[in-house]
Protein backbone atom coordinates (compact mmCIF):
# COMPACT_ATOMS: atom_id res chain seq x y z
CA UNK A 1 0.00 0.00 0.00
CA UNK A 2 1.01 3.18 -1.08
CA UNK A 3 1.87 5.66 2.27
CA UNK A 4 0.68 9.21 0.64
CA UNK A 5 -2.72 7.13 -0.54
CA UNK A 6 -3.09 5.71 3.59
CA UNK A 7 -2.84 9.68 4.45
CA UNK A 8 -5.65 12.08 5.15
CA UNK A 9 -6.80 14.37 2.09
CA UNK A 10 -5.29 17.43 3.66
CA UNK A 11 -2.04 16.48 4.09
CA UNK A 12 -1.79 15.01 0.37
CA UNK A 13 -3.24 18.81 -0.51
CA UNK A 14 -0.14 20.03 1.68
CA UNK A 15 2.03 18.50 0.03
CA UNK A 16 0.86 19.33 -2.90
CA UNK A 17 0.82 23.02 -2.42
CA UNK A 18 4.58 22.58 -1.12
CA UNK A 19 5.37 20.89 -4.77
CA UNK A 20 3.94 23.74 -6.60
CA UNK A 21 6.07 26.13 -4.92
CA UNK A 22 9.08 24.99 -5.71
CA UNK A 23 7.81 23.93 -9.21
CA UNK A 24 6.67 27.90 -10.05
CA UNK A 25 10.59 28.28 -9.06
CA UNK A 26 12.00 26.31 -11.33
CA UNK A 27 9.77 27.30 -14.33
CA UNK A 28 8.20 30.88 -14.10
CA UNK A 29 8.11 31.50 -18.04
CA UNK A 30 5.58 29.01 -18.84
CA UNK A 31 2.05 30.61 -19.64
CA UNK A 32 3.62 33.78 -20.16
CA UNK A 33 3.48 35.75 -23.26
CA UNK A 34 6.37 37.47 -25.30
CA UNK A 35 6.55 40.80 -26.63
CA UNK A 36 8.90 41.46 -29.71
CA UNK A 37 9.74 44.91 -30.66
CA UNK A 38 12.90 45.63 -33.17
CA UNK A 39 13.07 48.55 -31.41
CA UNK A 40 12.41 48.40 -27.98
CA UNK A 41 14.78 44.73 -28.68
CA UNK A 42 18.11 46.98 -29.72
CA UNK A 43 17.57 49.46 -26.26
CA UNK A 44 17.72 46.53 -24.17
CA UNK A 45 20.24 44.98 -26.10
CA UNK A 46 22.45 47.97 -26.21
CA UNK A 47 21.41 49.01 -22.31
CA UNK A 48 22.55 45.40 -21.23
CA UNK A 49 25.68 45.18 -23.60
CA UNK A 50 28.73 46.94 -20.89
CA UNK A 51 27.03 44.93 -17.87
CA UNK A 52 27.30 41.49 -19.74
CA UNK A 53 30.73 42.43 -20.77
CA UNK A 54 31.36 43.62 -16.91
CA UNK A 55 29.90 40.34 -15.88
CA UNK A 56 32.68 38.02 -18.21
CA UNK A 57 29.64 36.56 -20.35
CA UNK A 58 29.60 36.61 -24.82
CA UNK A 59 27.35 39.20 -25.79
CA UNK A 60 25.91 36.94 -28.30
CA UNK A 61 25.42 34.51 -25.84
CA UNK A 62 22.96 36.56 -23.77
CA UNK A 63 19.20 37.40 -24.61
CA UNK A 64 16.97 39.56 -22.96
CA UNK A 65 13.33 39.27 -23.30
CA UNK A 66 10.19 41.38 -22.86
CA UNK A 67 7.24 39.24 -21.02
CA UNK A 68 3.93 40.74 -21.81
CA UNK A 69 3.01 41.11 -18.19
CA UNK A 70 2.11 44.55 -16.20
CA UNK A 71 3.57 43.25 -13.03
CA UNK A 72 6.71 44.58 -11.93
CA UNK A 73 9.10 41.92 -12.27
CA UNK A 74 12.36 40.63 -13.62
CA UNK A 75 13.83 36.93 -13.37
CA UNK A 76 15.87 34.39 -14.83
CA UNK A 77 14.80 30.75 -15.69
CA UNK A 78 17.55 28.92 -17.13
CA UNK A 79 20.53 29.63 -19.82
CA UNK A 80 21.52 32.86 -20.27
CA UNK A 81 18.13 35.15 -20.79
CA UNK A 82 17.12 37.53 -18.90
CA UNK A 83 13.09 37.92 -18.80
CA UNK A 84 11.52 41.19 -17.92
CA UNK A 85 8.11 42.59 -17.56
CA UNK A 86 6.57 44.91 -19.35
CA UNK A 87 5.14 46.74 -16.41
CA UNK A 88 8.87 46.82 -15.12
CA UNK A 89 9.73 49.56 -18.03
CA UNK A 90 6.64 51.36 -17.66
CA UNK A 91 7.06 51.01 -13.87
CA UNK A 92 10.98 52.63 -14.45
CA UNK A 93 11.30 56.42 -14.99
CA UNK A 94 14.79 56.23 -16.32
CA UNK A 95 17.30 53.29 -18.31
CA UNK A 96 20.04 53.58 -15.19
CA UNK A 97 17.14 52.60 -13.31
CA UNK A 98 16.62 49.15 -15.43
CA UNK A 99 20.12 48.50 -16.08
CA UNK A 100 20.48 47.96 -12.35
CA UNK A 101 17.97 45.43 -12.69
CA UNK A 102 19.47 43.38 -15.51
CA UNK A 103 22.97 43.56 -13.48
CA UNK A 104 20.73 42.03 -10.86
CA UNK A 105 19.48 39.14 -12.78
CA UNK A 106 23.21 38.86 -14.59
CA UNK A 107 23.93 37.99 -11.20
CA UNK A 108 22.03 35.49 -10.76
CA UNK A 109 23.05 34.02 -14.02
CA UNK A 110 27.02 33.94 -13.21
CA UNK A 111 26.02 32.68 -9.77
CA UNK A 112 24.44 29.71 -11.37
CA UNK A 113 20.97 30.06 -9.21
CA UNK A 114 18.56 28.43 -11.25
CA UNK A 115 21.01 25.38 -11.68
CA UNK A 116 21.97 25.32 -8.02
CA UNK A 117 17.81 26.31 -7.04
CA UNK A 118 17.80 22.41 -7.16
CA UNK A 119 19.93 22.19 -3.86
CA UNK A 120 17.87 24.37 -2.09
CA UNK A 121 14.53 22.28 -3.24
CA UNK A 122 16.49 18.86 -2.34
CA UNK A 123 17.61 20.43 0.90
CA UNK A 124 13.84 21.36 2.02
CA UNK A 125 12.58 18.25 0.21
CA UNK A 126 14.49 16.39 2.77
CA UNK A 127 13.06 18.17 5.78
CA UNK A 128 9.30 17.59 3.87
CA UNK A 129 9.89 13.87 3.48
CA UNK A 130 11.20 12.80 6.93
CA UNK A 131 8.51 14.74 8.43
CA UNK A 132 5.66 12.82 6.14
CA UNK A 133 7.11 9.44 6.75
CA UNK A 134 7.55 10.41 10.74
CA UNK A 135 3.71 11.71 10.19
CA UNK A 136 2.80 8.81 8.25
CA UNK A 137 4.27 6.29 11.21
CA UNK A 138 1.91 8.28 13.68
CA UNK A 139 -1.22 8.14 11.48
CA UNK A 140 -0.56 4.69 11.07
CA UNK A 141 0.13 4.03 14.36
CA UNK A 142 -3.10 5.63 15.70
CA UNK A 143 -1.87 9.04 16.41
CA UNK A 144 -3.79 11.10 14.07
CA UNK A 145 -3.43 14.56 15.58
CA UNK A 146 0.26 13.87 16.84
CA UNK A 147 0.98 13.06 12.83
CA UNK A 148 -0.97 15.59 11.20
CA UNK A 149 1.42 18.03 13.63
CA UNK A 150 4.58 16.28 12.94
CA UNK A 151 3.65 16.71 8.91
CA UNK A 152 2.66 20.45 9.01
CA UNK A 153 5.71 21.49 11.33
CA UNK A 154 7.99 19.14 8.80
CA UNK A 155 6.26 21.33 5.71
CA UNK A 156 6.55 24.65 7.34
CA UNK A 157 10.43 23.82 7.98
CA UNK A 158 10.93 22.94 4.70
CA UNK A 159 9.46 25.96 3.49
CA UNK A 160 11.51 28.18 5.58
CA UNK A 161 14.65 26.24 4.63
CA UNK A 162 13.42 26.70 0.99
CA UNK A 163 13.25 30.56 1.47
CA UNK A 164 16.20 31.30 3.41
CA UNK A 165 18.44 29.53 0.44
CA UNK A 166 16.07 31.91 -2.37
CA UNK A 167 17.33 35.00 0.11
CA UNK A 168 21.00 34.22 0.47
CA UNK A 169 20.49 34.13 -3.55
CA UNK A 170 18.79 37.63 -3.91
CA UNK A 171 21.66 38.96 -1.49
CA UNK A 172 24.57 37.52 -3.93
CA UNK A 173 22.91 38.64 -7.07
CA UNK A 174 22.58 41.87 -5.11
CA UNK A 175 26.56 41.97 -4.63
CA UNK A 176 27.21 40.74 -8.57
CA UNK A 177 24.74 43.48 -10.25
CA UNK A 178 26.39 46.28 -7.91
CA UNK A 179 30.08 44.78 -9.12
CA UNK A 180 28.93 44.78 -12.71
CA UNK A 181 27.81 48.54 -12.55
CA UNK A 182 31.09 49.22 -11.25
CA UNK A 183 32.87 47.76 -13.32
CA UNK A 184 30.49 49.03 -16.48
CA UNK A 185 31.47 52.67 -15.60
CA UNK A 186 27.67 52.92 -14.70
CA UNK A 187 25.87 54.48 -11.63
CA UNK A 188 23.68 52.45 -9.00
CA UNK A 189 21.64 55.43 -8.27
CA UNK A 190 19.52 53.92 -10.35
CA UNK A 191 19.60 50.61 -9.09
CA UNK A 192 18.81 52.57 -5.40
CA UNK A 193 15.83 54.34 -7.10
CA UNK A 194 14.41 51.48 -7.96
CA UNK A 195 14.17 49.50 -5.36
CA UNK A 196 12.72 52.53 -3.72
CA UNK A 197 9.95 52.31 -5.68
CA UNK A 198 9.78 48.49 -4.97
CA UNK A 199 9.99 49.81 -0.81
CA UNK A 200 7.20 52.00 -1.70
CA UNK A 201 4.92 49.12 -2.86
CA UNK A 202 5.60 47.33 -0.24
CA UNK A 203 4.78 50.62 2.42
CA UNK A 204 1.30 50.85 -0.07
CA UNK A 205 0.24 47.17 -0.16
CA UNK A 206 0.83 47.14 4.06
CA UNK A 207 3.55 44.51 3.81
CA UNK A 208 4.66 43.57 7.40
CA UNK A 209 8.49 45.03 7.08
CA UNK A 210 9.32 43.56 10.80
CA UNK A 211 12.16 41.47 11.06
CA UNK A 212 10.09 38.53 12.03
CA UNK A 213 8.42 38.61 8.55
CA UNK A 214 11.63 37.89 7.00
CA UNK A 215 11.97 34.88 7.51
CA UNK A 216 8.33 34.34 5.34
CA UNK A 217 9.88 36.01 2.28
CA UNK A 218 11.97 34.70 -1.03
CA UNK A 219 13.76 38.44 -0.92
CA UNK A 220 15.38 40.35 2.01
CA UNK A 221 13.35 43.69 2.65
CA UNK A 222 13.70 45.96 -0.09
CA UNK A 223 14.66 48.54 3.29
CA UNK A 224 17.34 45.89 3.94
CA UNK A 225 18.70 46.03 0.13
CA UNK A 226 18.99 49.72 0.18
CA UNK A 227 20.83 49.94 3.06
CA UNK A 228 23.53 47.60 2.02
CA UNK A 229 23.68 48.56 -1.38
CA UNK A 230 23.60 52.32 -0.54
CA UNK A 231 26.95 51.86 1.26
CA UNK A 232 28.30 49.90 -1.15
CA UNK A 233 27.57 52.56 -4.46
CA UNK A 234 28.34 56.01 -2.56
CA UNK A 235 31.84 54.36 -2.43
CA UNK A 236 31.94 53.65 -5.60
CA UNK A 237 33.69 55.60 -8.32
CA UNK A 238 31.18 54.84 -11.06
CA UNK A 239 28.50 56.63 -7.96
CA UNK A 240 28.57 59.86 -10.03
CA UNK A 241 28.75 58.95 -13.28
CA UNK A 242 26.32 61.18 -15.40
CA UNK A 243 23.54 59.26 -17.38
CA UNK A 244 23.72 58.35 -20.74
CA UNK A 245 21.26 61.01 -22.96
CA UNK A 246 21.04 59.12 -26.06
CA UNK A 247 20.13 56.18 -24.19
CA UNK A 248 17.69 57.74 -22.49
CA UNK A 249 15.63 59.38 -24.96
CA UNK A 250 15.92 55.98 -26.48
CA UNK A 251 14.08 54.66 -23.17
CA UNK A 252 11.20 57.18 -23.10
CA UNK A 253 10.15 56.60 -26.47
CA UNK A 254 10.26 52.79 -25.71
CA UNK A 255 8.48 53.37 -22.84
CA UNK A 256 6.01 55.70 -24.40
CA UNK A 257 5.86 53.11 -27.28
CA UNK A 258 4.72 49.86 -25.26
CA UNK A 259 2.09 52.04 -22.99
CA UNK A 260 0.35 53.05 -25.99
CA UNK A 261 0.93 49.31 -27.49
CA UNK A 262 -0.57 47.75 -24.41
CA UNK A 263 -2.66 50.49 -22.33
CA UNK A 264 -6.25 51.72 -22.94
CA UNK A 265 -6.51 54.54 -26.14
CA UNK A 266 -8.23 56.35 -22.70
CA UNK A 267 -5.56 56.00 -20.58
CA UNK A 268 -2.85 56.81 -23.11
CA UNK A 269 -4.81 60.27 -23.91
CA UNK A 270 -4.30 60.90 -20.51
CA UNK A 271 -0.94 60.26 -19.68
CA UNK A 272 0.06 61.75 -23.51
CA UNK A 273 -2.52 64.48 -23.90
CA UNK A 274 -3.25 66.08 -27.64
CA UNK A 275 -1.18 68.96 -25.48
CA UNK A 276 2.15 67.45 -25.99
CA UNK A 277 3.83 67.34 -29.00
CA UNK A 278 6.80 65.89 -27.90
CA UNK A 279 8.80 62.29 -29.69
CA UNK A 280 7.31 60.04 -26.74
CA UNK A 281 3.57 61.42 -27.04
CA UNK A 282 3.13 61.12 -30.38
CA UNK A 283 4.95 57.57 -30.47
CA UNK A 284 2.17 56.74 -27.86
CA UNK A 285 -0.75 58.49 -28.91
CA UNK A 286 0.05 56.90 -32.69
CA UNK A 287 -0.72 53.50 -31.33
CA UNK A 288 -3.85 54.48 -29.33
CA UNK A 289 -5.60 56.12 -32.52
CA UNK A 290 -4.69 52.75 -34.74
CA UNK A 291 -6.29 50.53 -31.67
CA UNK A 292 -9.45 53.17 -32.00
CA UNK A 293 -9.17 52.38 -35.74
CA UNK A 294 -8.87 56.15 -36.06
CA UNK A 295 -6.80 55.37 -39.09
CA UNK A 296 -6.28 59.49 -40.24
CA UNK A 297 -5.55 60.44 -36.62
CA UNK A 298 -2.77 57.82 -36.37
CA UNK A 299 -1.62 58.60 -39.59
CA UNK A 300 -0.74 61.95 -38.56
CA UNK A 301 0.86 61.60 -35.28
CA UNK A 302 3.33 59.12 -37.50
CA UNK A 303 4.00 61.49 -40.65
CA UNK A 304 5.01 63.76 -38.36
CA UNK A 305 7.46 61.91 -36.37
CA UNK A 306 8.54 60.45 -40.09
CA UNK A 307 8.83 63.95 -41.66
CA UNK A 308 10.96 64.91 -38.03
CA UNK A 309 13.21 62.18 -38.67
CA UNK A 310 12.60 60.94 -42.41
CA UNK A 311 15.41 58.20 -41.81
CA UNK A 312 14.44 56.72 -38.17
CA UNK A 313 13.56 53.06 -39.38
CA UNK A 314 10.76 52.75 -36.80
CA UNK A 315 8.68 56.21 -37.61
CA UNK A 316 8.75 54.33 -41.19
CA UNK A 317 7.71 50.65 -39.14
CA UNK A 318 5.07 52.85 -37.20
CA UNK A 319 3.61 54.31 -40.48
CA UNK A 320 4.00 50.80 -42.59
CA UNK A 321 1.95 49.30 -39.64
CA UNK A 322 -0.91 51.41 -39.19
CA UNK A 323 -1.11 51.43 -42.97
CA UNK A 324 -0.77 47.63 -43.71
CA UNK A 325 -3.13 46.55 -40.75
CA UNK A 326 -5.93 49.23 -41.73
CA UNK A 327 -6.22 47.14 -44.85
CA UNK A 328 -4.08 49.35 -47.10
CA UNK A 329 -0.68 47.14 -47.85
CA UNK A 330 0.21 48.36 -51.62
CA UNK A 331 0.81 51.82 -49.32
CA UNK A 332 2.23 50.32 -46.46
CA UNK A 333 5.18 49.17 -49.15
CA UNK A 334 7.20 52.15 -49.25
CA UNK A 335 7.39 53.22 -45.97
CA UNK A 336 8.41 49.22 -44.81
CA UNK A 337 10.69 48.70 -47.53
CA UNK A 338 12.50 51.96 -46.27
CA UNK A 339 12.35 50.40 -42.92
CA UNK A 340 13.39 47.23 -43.83
CA UNK A 341 16.53 49.05 -45.88
CA UNK A 342 17.41 51.45 -43.42
CA UNK A 343 17.38 49.04 -40.54
CA UNK A 344 19.97 46.65 -42.36
CA UNK A 345 17.40 44.13 -42.63
CA UNK A 346 16.15 43.82 -39.22
CA UNK A 347 14.06 40.43 -39.09
CA UNK A 348 10.96 41.69 -37.23
CA UNK A 349 10.85 44.55 -39.44
CA UNK A 350 11.62 42.65 -42.79
CA UNK A 351 8.41 40.05 -41.59
CA UNK A 352 6.03 43.12 -41.70
CA UNK A 353 7.16 44.11 -44.91
CA UNK A 354 7.04 40.69 -46.66
CA UNK A 355 3.74 40.82 -44.74
CA UNK A 356 2.64 43.43 -46.84
CA UNK A 357 3.98 42.24 -49.95
CA UNK A 358 2.00 39.30 -49.62
CA UNK A 359 -1.36 40.72 -48.65
CA UNK A 360 -1.46 43.23 -51.81
CA UNK A 361 -2.20 39.43 -53.55
CA UNK A 362 -0.06 40.77 -56.41
CA UNK A 363 1.88 38.18 -58.14
CA UNK A 364 4.90 40.11 -58.90
CA UNK A 365 5.65 40.97 -55.32
CA UNK A 366 5.98 37.31 -54.25
CA UNK A 367 9.52 36.90 -55.90
CA UNK A 368 10.29 39.94 -53.33
CA UNK A 369 8.59 38.76 -50.62
CA UNK A 370 9.87 35.55 -50.91
CA UNK A 371 14.11 36.77 -50.38
CA UNK A 372 12.88 39.01 -48.08
CA UNK A 373 10.97 36.35 -45.74
CA UNK A 374 14.24 33.61 -46.28
CA UNK A 375 16.51 36.48 -45.04
CA UNK A 376 14.71 37.21 -41.75
CA UNK A 377 13.97 33.76 -40.86
CA UNK A 378 17.74 32.95 -41.29
CA UNK A 379 18.72 35.89 -39.53
CA UNK A 380 16.02 35.17 -36.25
CA UNK A 381 14.53 31.72 -36.93
CA UNK A 382 12.26 32.01 -33.56
CA UNK A 383 10.03 34.05 -35.36
CA UNK A 384 6.72 32.17 -35.94
CA UNK A 385 4.81 35.02 -37.83
CA UNK A 386 7.71 35.19 -40.65
CA UNK A 387 7.72 31.18 -41.07
CA UNK A 388 3.99 31.51 -41.45
CA UNK A 389 4.46 34.46 -44.13
CA UNK A 390 6.77 32.08 -45.92
CA UNK A 391 4.23 29.42 -46.21
CA UNK A 392 1.95 31.65 -47.28
CA UNK A 393 4.25 32.51 -50.44
CA UNK A 394 5.37 29.02 -51.22
CA UNK A 395 1.57 27.92 -51.38
CA UNK A 396 0.88 30.57 -53.47
CA UNK A 397 3.64 29.54 -55.63
CA UNK A 398 3.03 26.08 -55.86
CA UNK A 399 5.86 25.06 -53.79
CA UNK A 400 4.37 22.84 -51.21
CA UNK A 401 6.64 20.55 -49.56
CA UNK A 402 8.33 23.83 -48.51
CA UNK A 403 5.16 25.48 -47.29
CA UNK A 404 4.85 22.41 -45.46
CA UNK A 405 8.44 22.65 -43.74
CA UNK A 406 7.53 26.47 -43.10
CA UNK A 407 4.09 25.81 -41.52
CA UNK A 408 6.03 22.61 -39.24
CA UNK A 409 8.57 25.99 -37.99
CA UNK A 410 6.16 28.05 -37.16
CA UNK A 411 3.79 25.14 -35.52
CA UNK A 412 6.92 23.68 -33.45
CA UNK A 413 7.74 27.25 -31.93
CA UNK A 414 3.95 27.41 -31.39
CA UNK A 415 3.68 24.26 -29.49
CA UNK A 416 1.35 22.64 -31.62
CA UNK A 417 3.48 19.56 -31.69
CA UNK A 418 1.17 17.32 -33.41
CA UNK A 419 0.86 19.68 -36.38
CA UNK A 420 4.32 19.94 -36.43
CA UNK A 421 4.81 16.34 -36.83
CA UNK A 422 2.20 15.99 -39.78
CA UNK A 423 3.66 19.02 -41.55
CA UNK A 424 7.25 17.83 -41.16
CA UNK A 425 6.43 14.42 -42.76
CA UNK A 426 4.48 15.66 -45.75
CA UNK A 427 7.68 18.39 -46.30
CA UNK A 428 10.42 15.24 -45.64
CA UNK A 429 8.11 13.11 -48.49
CA UNK A 430 8.48 15.89 -50.94
CA UNK A 431 11.62 17.46 -50.50
CA UNK A 432 14.79 15.82 -52.39
CA UNK A 433 16.37 13.51 -50.35
CA UNK A 434 19.72 14.29 -48.15
CA UNK A 435 18.80 18.08 -49.05
CA UNK A 436 19.41 20.91 -46.30
CA UNK A 437 15.49 21.07 -46.06
CA UNK A 438 14.84 17.82 -46.24
CA UNK A 439 17.31 17.37 -43.28
CA UNK A 440 15.49 20.02 -41.52
CA UNK A 441 11.87 18.52 -41.85
CA UNK A 442 13.17 15.26 -39.94
CA UNK A 443 14.94 17.63 -37.21
CA UNK A 444 11.79 19.34 -36.90
CA UNK A 445 10.08 16.24 -36.60
CA UNK A 446 12.30 14.43 -33.94
CA UNK A 447 11.82 17.57 -32.13
CA UNK A 448 8.02 17.85 -31.63
CA UNK A 449 8.02 14.03 -30.67
CA UNK A 450 10.78 14.54 -27.73
CA UNK A 451 8.72 17.47 -26.65
CA UNK A 452 5.53 15.73 -26.72
CA UNK A 453 7.22 12.56 -24.69
CA UNK A 454 8.30 15.15 -21.93
CA UNK A 455 4.48 16.52 -21.88
CA UNK A 456 3.36 13.17 -21.61
CA UNK A 457 5.91 12.04 -18.73
CA UNK A 458 4.99 15.55 -16.59
CA UNK A 459 1.51 14.51 -16.86
Known amino acids: MSIVHSLPY ?96 LGHITGGHVIRIQDGIGQAGNISILSMLLGAAAVLAGAGEAGLGVIAAGQQAALGKFLAFSRAQESSADAAGAEYLSKAGISGRGSLAFFGKLQNLEFRYARDQSDSATFSRTHPLSGDRIAILRETYRVDPAWHAPEDPLLQQRFERVKAKLYGYQSEPARTFQRYPETRMDIPARYARAYAHHKSALVDKALSEADALVFQYPDDPYFLELKGQVLLESGRPEDA ?81 SRQYTLAIRSAQIAEAGLPTGSPDWLRAQDIGLQARAELEQLRDRR
Do not use: C, K
Open 10 to 105: QFAARLFALTAVFAMAIQPVQAQSILRDAETEALLRDMAAPLVEAAGLEPNNVDIVLINDPSINAFVAGGQVVYIHSGLIDAADTANEVQGVIAHE
Open 333 to 413: IVPLRRATELSRNEPLIASMFGHALIATEDETHFEEAEAVLRNAVGRDRFNPFAWYQLGVVYAATGDIPRARLASAEQQVM
